[in-house]
């Protein structure tokens, strides 16, 4: 923990990803984007021709989807460049050039829905049942779908070219938290003339650390700064919530979750039932709360000793080849294609392994089509690094099953259940882990991390979903979200979802601060129910075996060709109905069992 983190240079090529699949160098990148940016004109010949037969629309999705997928790389490439170190100018002037051909490219086809929705009724349905749509029915039919929030062409033209404004507030908060905030170091109890620098990559092994003075200070560390700058991410926030609710109010939405669940035909009722089923479960948060502060032997439980391990006495490390083989070994009920191809992928240098400075912090899985998917991630040989290279893999080959098996226009996922196949990935590591011992210790502490992934993927991840909820619908009714009624909001959450057990030092009211996905409307919930949907995956991936292999392994592979509910029932799983959440929830009270059992 002492050590200072390393200048890019200074890592092992070994250890950098390739975006060799994406561009041989930047000027192949300017390259593309000159030429893409030029070939976005050809979607003006389409312009008031959609009307003249199917085959004109059917030749216009190509062209789009042609642009799409060239964009799609053209704007990962500078993403990922940045993504390298947030300080340099050249990667942030590719980020902002890719960010305003994305919005060009928005501006060149924002005609193209509401032209086609404009067209007279029996038109639109000679076009659906013509045989020429066939290769493109979903993406079709899922547009008839958003008639009533599609906007006349000149309008919708006017949301596109504010693009590049729109966002902003984000794209403030990520450089203040990745480029320009910094934190007071803290005594290093092994040397002191050498204080432990506290970063945004090091923060949660330094809360996970077993000196409780080590997690005060890096907490009291970190949420200083945050203080110091909360009018700041109050104004950044404020100006999500403000454009979330004007385009809610401009496409005819009943509210900002109503319009963002919309765009996957996601019922509300998912998210209400979510919530519901959360808070009936909450003493189990209760219980699992009064087993740490038990176990960590404490008077007080406090956010900073939420984090660490359970287990004093059971250190566990490993190096990036033993999390390589830990991966292999865990994904190998996925059967003998799967595995090969993350061993190839892992060969080829898919992953950034580790932190370097002015890297972006946290981790991403990034993919495009027809290129090889990447990994950004900050290993720093935790077993939750391990278990972060595995959540980032399942993402990374969800991507590559999806481009394997879909044609362009199909060839996404959504966000609905982006993050099943990477939770999926991380069940698969614990119960391997588990299967490997039979100490006492070695399976309190692998439960404990089991826990605390219910707990920060279940419990917490909808705690977020409410404050969100809440957050919007004050703005929405035109009511105040100061950056003081943010904390305070965000502080009663913490007393509803922690209970008794847990002190509520002054600094966790600042936490809402330092959640990069609210800056995403809507997106945090799909946490929960994509954990409770792997669940269901996993254990029937490990006890049923080969036909539920199958079944997952095709859920992989259907992209955006089907709606994400019905991608996960073909799965198995039917989040339409309260049952995945209160089986997970369940599967969190059999752990706490054992966990009980364990120590007596």
């Given at each position: 923990?002492?050590?200072?983190?390393?200048?890019?240079?200074?890592?092992?090529?070994?250890?950098?990803?390739?975006?060799?699949?994406?561009?041989?160098?930047?000027?192949?990148?300017?390259?593309?984007?000159?030429?893409?940016?030029?070939?976005?004109?050809?979607?003006?010949?389409?312009?008031?021709?959609?009307?003249?037969?199917?085959?004109?629309?059917?030749?216009?999705?190509?062209?789009?989807?042609d642009l799409a997928v060239r964009l799609e790389?053209?704007?990962?490439?500078?993403?990922?460049?940045?993504?390298?170190?947030?300080?340099?100018?050249?990667?942030?002037?590719m980020m902002t050039k890719g960010d305003s051909l994305y919005v060009r490219f928005m501006g060149a086809v924002s005609y193209f829905d509401p032209e086609i929705l404009s067209l007279p009724d029996d038109v639109l349905e000679s076009y659906r049942t013509a045989p020429e749509m066939a290769p493109y029915l979903h993406v079709y039919e899922d547009l008839?779908?958003?008639k009533a929030h599609t906007l006349t062409g000149a309008e919708e033209a006017i949301i596109a070219a504010f693009g590049d404004i729109r966002g902003a507030g984000g794209d403030v908060a990520d450089m203040l938290m990745d480029a320009d905030m910094t934190f007071d170091s803290i005594d290093n109890p092994e040397d002191p003339s050498k204080p432990i620098e506290v970063t945004h990559a090091n923060y949660i092994q330094l809360q996970e650390s077993t000196?409780?003075?080590?997690?005060?200070?890096?907490?009291?560390?970190?949420?200083?700064?945050?203080?110091?700058?909360?009018?700041?991410?109050?104004?950044?926030?404020?100006?999500?919530?403000?454009?979330?609710?004007?385009?809610?109010?401009l496409r005819h939405f009943s509210s900002a979750r109503a319009a963002s669940l919309a765009s996957y035909n996601i019922p509300e009722s998912v998210y209400d039932s979510l919530v519901e089923t959360v808070h009936a479960y909450?003493?189990?948060?209760?219980?699992?709360?009064?087993?740490?502060?038990?176990?960590?032997?404490l008077d007080e439980?406090?956010?900073?000793?939420?984090?660490?391990?359970?287990?004093?006495?059971?250190?566990?490390?490993?190096?990036?080849?033993?999390?390589?083989?830990?991966?292999?070994?865990?994904?190998?009920?996925?059967?003998?294609?799967?595995?090969?191809?993350?061993?190839?992928?892992?060969?080829?240098?898919?992953?950034?392994?580790?932190?370097?400075?002015?890297?972006?912090?946290?981790?991403?899985?990034?993919?495009?089509?027809?290129?090889?998917?990447h990994i950004s991630m900050n290993f720093t040989g935790t077993l939750d690094s391990v278990s972060t290279l595995c959540h980032e893999m399942g993402h990374s080959?969800?991507?590559?099953?999806?481009?394997?098996?879909?044609?362009?226009?199909?060839?996404?996922?959504?966000l609905f259940i982006a993050e099943v196949a990477s939770t999926v990935n991380e069940n698969l590591l614990a119960e391997n882990l588990l299967s490997k011992t039979t100490d006492p210790t070695a399976r309190l502490f692998l439960i404990n991390n089991l826990l605390d992934g219910f707990r920060g993927t279940v419990f917490r991840q909808t705690m977020f979903a409410e404050f969100e909820q809440?957050?919007?619908?004050?703005?929405?009714?035109?009511?105040?979200?100061?950056?003081?009624?943010?904390?305070?909001?965000?502080?009663?959450?913490?007393?509803?979802?922690?209970?008794?057990?847990?002190?509520?030092?002054?600094?966790?009211?600042?936490?809402?601060?330092?959640?990069?996905?609210?800056?995403?409307?809507?997106?945090?919930?799909?946490?929960?129910?994509?954990?409770?949907?792997?669940?269901?995956?996993?254990?029937?991936?490990?006890?049923?075996?080969?036909?539920?292999?199958?079944?997952?392994?095709?859920?992989?592979?259907?992209?955006?060709?089907?709606?994400?509910?019905?991608?996960?029932?073909?799965?198995?799983?039917?989040?339409?109905?309260?049952?995945?959440?209160?089986k997970a929830l369940d599967k969190f009270a059999k752990l706490l069992d054992e966990a009980e059992a364990l120590v007596g």
């Open positions: 923990m002492a050590e200072q983190v390393k200048e890019r240079s200074e890592i092992e090529k070994q250890y950098l990803w390739d975006l060799t699949s994406l561009f041989a160098d930047d000027d192949a990148w300017e390259a593309a984007y000159a030429q893409l940016d030029a070939d976005l004109a050809q979607m003006d010949l389409f312009r008031g021709k959609l009307g003249d037969g199917v085959q004109v629309v059917v030749e216009a999705y190509r062209v789009l989807h790389a053209v704007h990962g490439y500078a993403y990922q460049r940045r993504t390298e170190d947030t300080r340099d100018t050249k990667s942030q002037n008839l779908r958003q000196d409780r003075n080590i997690r005060k200070a890096s907490f009291e560390s970190l949420y200083r700064s945050y203080r110091k700058h909360i009018n700041t991410f109050g104004a950044t926030y404020l100006n999500t919530l403000k454009e979330s609710t004007l385009m809610t109010n909450l003493p189990q948060m209760y219980r699992y709360l009064k087993l740490r502060k038990k176990l960590l032997g439980l406090h956010y900073y000793d939420i984090y660490t391990p359970i287990t004093k006495d059971y250190n566990v490390s490993y190096t990036y080849d033993e999390a390589k083989e830990l991966l292999l070994s865990s994904v190998a009920p996925l059967g003998e294609h799967y595995v090969e191809t993350v061993r190839k992928g892992l060969a080829s240098r898919w992953v950034d392994v580790f932190p370097n400075a002015g890297k972006r912090s946290g981790a991403y899985s990034i993919g495009s089509c027809k290129t090889t998917p080959m969800h991507t590559y099953l999806t481009h394997e098996n879909q044609p362009p226009q199909y060839d996404d996922y959504s809440i957050a919007h619908l004050r703005v929405q009714n035109g009511e105040s979200a100061s950056p003081e009624d943010l904390c305070t909001i965000y502080r009663d959450l913490i007393k509803l979802y922690f209970g008794d057990e847990l002190v509520i030092d002054d600094e966790v009211q600042y936490e809402w601060a330092r959640i990069p996905h609210f800056y995403r409307p809507f997106y945090v919930y799909q946490y929960a129910t994509g954990f409770s949907s792997a669940v269901a995956l996993s254990e029937g991936i490990l006890h049923e075996g080969e036909p539920a292999v199958k079944r997952y392994l095709e859920f992989l592979s259907l992209g955006n060709s089907v709606y994400p509910l019905e991608a996960l029932a073909h799965g198995g799983v039917d989040l339409s109905t309260p049952a995945p959440v209160a």
